[in-house]
């Protein structure tokens, strides 16, 4: 079966500190791949997605960027963390353009102080 | 890109049906219906999907207007488990593959 894993689960970083979030998927091969992200209160934003390795589309201008140096691994990264950055980051998985549905991660919630 | 609208939130007693509505009046003859639910510090979890006909599933059952411009999630009898914020979504095609751009969606309380 199919599982997607997210760490870690809570992070407390300083403002201007570096970020990497590592997101990996287990049991598919191919998958697209998906970073939200969800601001207190707010809705899921979606930041970035990729179909393969390398293959990062942006969807919103902001302080991150991703990559995928392989197959089933998606990664968050950002330079310098802003107060703005805080939230819960989720990773997602689908099946290239066959409908099935999105697979969400647990989650990582990032507090920049 | 075709848009839902939900009401903010819906209240339900324990034990009975729930009914959320979502109007989709912009959907084109091929996009699918999705529904999707966040419990509290979740990530969001897969419903239900469907294109034309009425769906089913364990989890819930949707119903789509003839039209298609509405739809309907039921959940047969609430249970406080299904406290969670319900999102109704038309994945928008982005390329090579669809994307889900989530909403507000409608915040499901539900009463003892």
């Known amino acids: 079966s199919q599982t997607i894993h997210q760490w870690p689960a809570t992070l407390v970083q300083p403002v201007g500190s570096p970020l990497s979030l590592e997101c990996t998927v287990e049991g598919t091969s191919n998958p697209n791949l998906y970073w939200y992200r969800q601001a207190a209160g707010r809705g899921l934003q979606l930041l970035f997605y990729?179909?393969?390795?390398?293959?990062i589309s942006s969807e919103v201008p902001q302080n991150l960027s991703a990559s995928r140096p392989q197959d089933r691994q998606f990664i968050l990264s950002s330079k310098k963390l802003l107060l703005s950055d805080s939230g819960f980051y989720l990773c997602?998985?689908?099946?290239?353009?066959?409908?099935?549905?999105?697979?969400f991660g647990s989650g990582t919630r990032l507090t920049v102080v | 890109d075709a848009k839902t609208t939900q009401p903010n939130s819906m209240e339900s007693n324990e034990e009975e049906p729930v009914h959320l509505p979502c109007n989709h009046s912009?959907?084109?003859?091929?996009?699918?219906i999705h529904w999707y639910r966040q419990l509290p510090s979740q990530g969001p979890e897969y419903v239900i999907h469907?294109?034309?006909s009425n769906v089913n599933n364990r989890m819930a059952s949707l119903a789509i207007a003839e039209d298609r411009k509405s739809s309907t999630l039921i959940l047969h009898r609430a249970t406080l488990r299904d406290a969670a914020v319900y999102y109704c979504?038309?994945?928008?095609?982005?390329?090579?593959?669809?994307?889900?751009?989530f909403g507000t969606g409608t915040l499901l309380a539900v009463q003892p």
């Open positions: 912009t959907i084109s003859g091929t996009d699918y």
């Open positions: 979504i038309l994945p928008t095609y982005g390329g090579a593959t669809n994307k889900l751009i």
């Open positions: 990729s179909i393969g390795i390398g293959q």
């Open positions: 469907g294109l034309t």
């Open positions: 997602a998985w689908s099946v290239g353009r066959l409908w099935t549905g999105y697979t």
